[in-house]
């Protein structure tokens, strides 16, 4: 790999002073707004511990470890990954209290984890089963004397969904398999993020009381091990989960986990309609839109029309589409009028009001909807202050 080649929207010198406007960046570029990324980390941080939840930030949403340590730092208790390869990558920058949400089953995976407890002996990690060929590939691929530090916790999940055990007798089943040993149950986990429509709280509130009814069956069997923990809430309902879990298992010797990622950067787009913390609160608090991803205005083929040089391969474009938020002449920047119809992977067509006064060379500054597919896209994005200067390379690791 060529060290010396230039990094995608950062200037040829990181290290040296400078700004997104100072032309030392070929655009487009993606930044991080400093103070609505320490305001969302605190609000964060604040609302775990006002409500007696630990946090487990999803790390697949940045991959920096800038911005993971940030969050430890704020509180955090551990930080979620989601394949094997994301554990060694963390767990290689410093990282030491992981949790693994998903299954593990081939001998690839099996063969990293089992090496990262190996060479790691103060390594803490979870991982999920939700079947019984889930449970023998982890016995069968991880070697006998180090599955006693494998905390396995047993994944529930809902008709239509992700992974995770539908039936909940099998799920106890699997809970008592666990126990047996050598690997340690470690308690239960679930997904409820990707469920959406007029029902969706229901359906959520349904999938936490099963876990709370699994989580009672399995301490009244005494089948968990030590410090167990009830892991569930993604970026959009954890409000329900701080509602309906912690007082219901606390009592048991639980401690719930949320594993909330996006609420880092928030967004203008899925997280912006579904977060608690969002354009619709279902709480006091408010998330920062903390992600942005400057681009030039290349082309003004015909009336109403803009292209901007922005598309798939710098922004997400999987739940929904870049957001124009503002616009730099010069040293002016003012909010912009116009919508993201199509993208190509390094295009962006803007419908523009009519009477739009928008020209070749303007800046705009384009929101995006889920951040974790818009953090891969770049291999460093600069925090920024509110005048564009650079505070700090935050560097993502894909």
Partial sequence: MRADLPLKGLPDDPSAPGDVFDGTVALPTAVLLRDALEHNIATMARYCADNGVLLAPHGKTTMSPQLIRRQLDAGAWAVTVATAWQARTLAALGFRRLLLANEVVDAGSLSTVDTLLASHDDLELYCYADSPAALAALENGIAADRLPRLRVLVELGMPGGRTGLRDDDAALA???????????????????????????????DRLLDRMVTLARAVAGEGLAGPDPIVTVGGSAYFDRVVELVPAAV???????????????THDAGTYAELSPFGDHPRAAHR???????????????????????????????????PVPRWRRRGTTVEPFDATVFAVNDQHAYLRLPPGSTVEVGDLVA????????????????????PDGTFAEIAYTYF
């Fill in 366 to 385: 384009f929101g995006i909807s889920h951040p974790c597919t818009t953090f891969d896209k770049w291999t460093g994005i600069p925090i920024v202050e």
């Fill in 287 to 321: 998330l920062r839109e903390a992600l942005l991803v400057w681009a030039v205005v290349l082309s003004t083929p015909e009336p109403g029309l803009a292209l901007a040089g922005l598309g798939r391969r710098d922004a997400s474009a999987d739940s929904g589409l």
């Fill in 250 to 264: 606390g009592p048991l010797g639980y401690r719930t986990v949320l594993r909330s990622g996006c609420y880092v």
């Fill in 174 to 204: 699997l809970a008592r398999a666990v126990a047996k040993g050598p690997a340690t149950l470690a308690g239960i986990a679930a997904f409820e993020g990707i469920v959406a429509g007029d029902s969706a709280v229901e359906e959520v």
